[in-house]
């Protein structure tokens, strides 16, 4: 058994904070719902594995890890629109085609995207999304104007 360092103890809370902190402003500034938070923290670390850090000579945790440069191009924003195309045999006849979703975070595998339904009040894992980031950046600007 390893012994105890209360110094790493210290930073494992401090990077705790950070990331919950992260998460709180993701959540509030897009007025999404509280239960959110478990989804709002993967998505914080998620961003910070991908982060140049300048201890590691400005390369990110992920590239460090696996000596690979990560691809950020399906960056998109936090708390964004999102519409997918519901299946045939998912919908009945006179049901909507169209889905209305949020994105709420990332998955392991390339481009596909957590995305939250309100309807259901459920987590869907999708590829194929048209995203609406210009409400969510307009909900952005109009709170901070208000500050």
């Given at each position: 058994?390893?012994?105890?360092?209360?110094?790493?103890?210290?930073?494992t809370?401090?990077?705790?904070?950070?990331?919950?902190?992260?998460?709180?402003?993701?959540?509030?500034?897009?007025v999404?719902?509280?239960?959110?938070?478990?989804?709002?923290?993967?998505?914080?670390?998620?961003?910070?594995?991908?982060?140049?850090?300048?201890?590691?000579?400005?390369?990110?945790?992920?590239?460090?890890?696996?000596?690979?440069?990560?691809?950020?191009?399906?960056?998109?924003?936090?708390?964004?629109?999102?519409?997918?195309?519901?299946?045939?045999?998912?919908?009945?006849?006179?049901?909507?085609?169209?889905?209305?979703g949020?994105?709420?975070?990332y998955?392991?595998?390339?481009?596909?995207?957590?995305?939250?339904?309100?309807?259901?009040?459920?987590?869907?894992?999708?590829?194929?999304?048209?995203?609406?980031?210009?409400?969510?950046?307009?909900v952005?600007?109009?709170?901070?104007?208000?500050?």
């Amino acid at each position: 058994m390893a012994p105890h360092n209360p110094q790493q103890n210290g930073v494992t809370e401090r990077k705790n904070r950070t990331i919950v902190g992260e998460a709180q402003v993701m959540l509030h500034d897009q007025v999404l719902p509280l239960h959110l938070w478990a989804e709002a923290c993967n998505t914080t670390v998620y961003f910070h594995n991908r982060r140049p850090h300048c201890i590691l000579g400005m390369k990110t945790l992920e590239e460090a890890f696996s000596s690979k440069r990560p691809n950020v191009g399906h960056f998109k924003f936090f708390g964004s629109s999102v519409y997918f195309h519901v299946t045939k045999d998912g919908q009945k006849k006179l049901e909507p085609t169209i889905e209305l979703g949020i994105l709420v975070g990332y998955t392991d595998t390339p481009h596909n995207y957590r995305v939250y339904l309100p309807t259901s009040q459920r987590i869907v894992v999708h590829r194929d999304f048209n995203f609406d980031e210009k409400k969510a950046m307009l909900v952005s600007l109009e709170r901070e104007l208000r500050l």
